[in-house]
T-cell receptor, first 113, second 115 residues
Framework: EAQVTQNPRYLITVTGKKLTVTCSQNMNHEYMSWYRQDPGLGLRQIYYSMNVEVTDKGDVPEGYKVSRKEKRNFPLILESPSPNQTSLYFC????????????FGPGTRLTVT | AQTVTQSQPEMSVQEAETVTLSCTYDTSESDYYLFWYKQPPSRQMILVIRQEAYKQQNATENRFSVNFQKAAKSFSLKISDSQLGDAAMYFCAYNEAGANSKLTFGKGITLSVRP
């Protein structure tokens, strides 16, 4: 089944403790991105990657890092999480960087205390 | 920068009735795409319908249709014969054609369906 998977689905952590949210797609997509969803703000893009080893900032990149060492994986790294990063995170992928088909992962609910 | 505005935070509709969700956007581009996404309580993002700006004909997908007014930069979603399963948050989104696949989202609207 074609899908985007994220792990973990739920995470509660403390301020400053490094964490990684994994994202993997099995569709051989070139383009992957991360969004965060906050009440009253909709979804906002954090980072995106047009292909392996090519990443760039989205609208709200502060406090996040990403890497794209393999085509299928695009982990989101929070090196020193803060409470304002408490949010719902979505990974998405699409066949190409101009493609209109976006496939979203199931979401990761992160709480930073 | 492009912006997408959904000014109604909540709406309610009686089952089997019709409801229209509003969305406006701002862009200086002439070629772009507009979307409506549904997010049920499961939080999964589900594409409902897509409209290409260069097409004058409004998109339709079964009970879902849009009213695309390019000059007014308006993109509303009409849900006919509303069903209980339509209850969800709905997001309007914009994508600039030929650019980064980034979607710019509105704040969303919560739709409830009364039985």
């Amino acid at each position: 089944e074609a899908q985007v998977t994220q792990n973990p689905r739920y995470l509660i952590t403390v301020t400053g403790k490094k964490l990684t949210v994994t994202c993997s797609q099995n569709m051989n997509h070139e383009y992957m991105s991360w969004y965060r969803q906050d009440p009253g703000l909709g979804l906002r893009q954090i980072y995106y990657s047009m292909n392996v080893e090519v990443t760039d900032k989205g609208d709200v990149p502060e406090g996040y890092k990403v890497s794209r060492k393999e085509k299928r994986n695009f982990p989101l790294i929070l090196e020193s999480p803060s409470p304002n990063q408490t949010s719902l995170y979505f990974c998405a992928s699409s066949p190409g960087w101009t493609s209109l088909e976006q496939y979203f992962g199931p979401g990761t609910r992160l709480t930073v205390t | 920068a492009q912006t997408v505005t959904q000014s109604q935070p909540e709406m309610s509709v009686q089952e089997a009735e019709t409801v229209t969700l509003s969305c406006t956007y701002d862009t200086s581009e002439s070629d772009y795409y507009l979307f409506w996404y549904k997010q049920p309580p499961s939080r999964q993002m589900i594409l409902v319908i897509r409209q290409e700006a260069y097409k004058q004909q409004n998109a339709t997908e079964n009970r879902f249709s849009v009213n695309f007014q390019k000059a007014a930069k308006s993109f509303s979603l009409k849900i006919s014969d509303s069903q209980l399963g339509d209850a969800a948050m709905y997001f309007c989104a914009y994508n600039e054609a030929g650019a980064n696949s980034k979607l710019t989202f509105g704040k969303g609207i919560t739709l409830s369906v009364r039985p």
